[in-house]
C-alpha cells in the first residue's frame, strides 16, 4: 500500500494546518513543528509505503501509520497502488466518474475500484419508455458494461414529451430495437441485449431474472396493475435489489427493495384498488384514503409524465442503481420510498415500509 493524498488544498495559519477537499467541510490540525504539512507534501507526491514515509521524515512506524489511519477515516486518502490500473483511452472516457468516485473512495477501494465494478456489473431494465428512457443513458453514461432492454411497444408521438431515446423517423418501430441501437452508437463498449415481450406474471419474470442474472433491476412497468409484486417476488426470490420509479398525478415515488435487507413491496398492504385483497381498516382516516383511492381508479388515467419529470425520476432511479452496483454508499431508497411532490416545489418526503415477519414473499429470507 503506497497511501496518497486526495485533491486536498491546505493552508498555515500560524501553528495550525486548514486542509479543504469539501468547501462544506474543513479540517484544522494542529502543527507547531511543521512536521504535518511534510507528511501531507510526501502524501501529496504518493508513491511511498508506510514505512517509507517514516524513514524520509525520520518519525516512527507506528506514529506514521496512526496518522495515515486518521486521515483515511476523514476520507482524505486512497491507495497509489490501486490507481493507474485504466488505459488511458478508459481514464479519458471515465474522467468525471473518477472524479465523482474520488470523494467516496479510500485506502481500501479507490475511484478505479468503484468505476470497475461498474463495469463488471450487468442492470436488467424492464421498460425502456417512461422513466427508463432517461434511465438507460444514466446507466450507458456510467458505464454499466452490460445492460438487458425488455419492451413491447412501439414507439407512438405521445412518447415524445419525455422519451428522448427515441426519434421521429422512429414512429412505428419497436421500442427495445431502438433503444438498443442507441445503447450501441452511444458506447459499443457497453454489451447490451434486446427481449421484445410482455409481462405476463412473476413466473416469467422469476425465470428471466434467474437466466440473465443482473446484479440490479430497474423497473419502469406501471401495467397491469399487479406487475410490482411480480417484479418483486421475482427479485426477492432471486436475492436480486429492484428498482421503481413511477408518478400518480403531481407526486413522483422512487423506491427498492434490497432482498434480505429492508422490507419489499409484498410488506406493503394490498393495493386498495382491487377490494377482494384488501380489508378495510377500523381507522376511518385509513379507510377514507383507500375509499378514495379506489375512486380514483376507476376512471382511465392519462400518463401525465413529462420531460422533466421522467428525466428527475430517472435520475433519482439511475443514482439508487448506482449505490447498489458499486456500495459508495448505502443504498437510500430501500423499503423507503422517496416521494417528490410536483405540486409543491418538488418537496421531498420519505417514509418506511415495515418488514412484515410473516410475509408470503420475504417473510423469513
Not at 413529462?306 to 442503481?321: R, S, T
Request: hydrophobic content about 40%.
Amino acid at each position: 500500500m503506497r497511501p496518497q493524498l486526495k485533491d486536498i488544498a491546505w493552508e498555515r495559519v500560524g501553528d495550525e494546518l486548514r486542509l479543504v477537499y469539501d468547501p462544506r467541510d474543513q479540517l484544522i490540525l494542529s502543527d507547531p513543528d511543521g512536521m504535518v504539512e511534510k507528511l501531507l507534501g510526501l502524501l501529496g507526491e504518493g508513491g511511498r509505503t508506510v514505512a517509507e514515509l517514516a524513514d524520509e521524515l525520520s518519525l516512527d512506524v507506528a506514529d506514521v501509520e496512526g496518522a495515515v489511519t486518521a486521515f483515511d477515516d476523514v476520507g482524505l486518502l486512497e491507495d497509489g497502488d490501486r490507481l493507474g490500473r485504466l488505459d488511458p483511452g478508459a481514464a479519458e472516457r471515465y474522467f468525471s466518474n473518477l472524479a465523482f468516485f474520488e470523494s467516496f473512495s479510500s485506502l481500501g477501494r479507490s475511484r478505479e475500484d468503484l468505476q470497475r465494478r461498474l463495469r463488471e456489473s450487468h442492470v436488467l431494465v424492464l421498460g425502456t419508455g417512461g422513466l427508463n428512457s432517461n434511465t438507460i443513458p444514466h446507466l450507458a453514461g456510467l458505464g454499466v458494461g452490460r445492460l438487458t432492454l425488455l419492451d413491447r411497444d412501439t414507439v407512438d408521438a405521445r412518447n415524445f414529451a419525455r422519451q428522448y431515446l427515441y426519434r421521429w423517423d422512429d414512429l412505428g418501430a419497436r421500442k427495445v430495437e431502438r433503444a438498443r441501437e442507441w445503447v450501441r452508437a452511444f458506447d459499443p463498449a457497453v454489451e447490451v441485449e434486446a427481449i421484445d415481450a410482455p409481462v405476463e406474471g412473476s413466473e416469467q419474470l422469476y425465470e428471466l431474472v434467474a437466466r440473465t442474472r443482473p446484479d440490479v433491476v430497474a423497473s419502469g412497468i406501471d401495467r397491469p396493475n399487479r406487475v410490482d409484486l411480480w417484479v418483486n417476488e421475482a427479485c426477492v426470490r432471486n436475492g436480486v435489489p429492484f428498482v421503481r420509479g413511477g408518478i400518480s398525478v403531481t407526486t413522483g415515488t422512487v423506491w427498492s427493495v434490497h432482498p434480505g435487507v429492508s422490507a419489499c413491496r409484498a410488506c406493503v398492504p394490498a393495493d386498495p384498488s382491487d377490494p377482494a385483497e384488501f380489508d378495510d381498516p377500523d381507522d376511518p382516516a385509513i379507510a377514507g384514503a383507500i375509499a378514495a383511492t379506489r375512486l380514483f381508479v376507476s376512471k382511465p388515467q392519462p400518463n401525465r409524465g413529462i420531460g422533466p419529470v421522467a428525466g428527475l425520476l430517472g435520475a433519482f432511479g439511475a443514482f439508487e442503481v448506482l449505490r447498489y452496483l458499486t456500495g459508495f454508499e448505502p443504498p437510500a431508497y430501500a423499503g423507503r420510498p422517496l416521494s417528490i411532490d410536483f405540486a409543491h416545489g418538488c418537496a421531498t418526503s420519505q417514509d418506511e415500509w415495515r418488514r412484515n415477519p410473516d410475509c408470503p414473499v420475504c417473510g423469513g429470507r
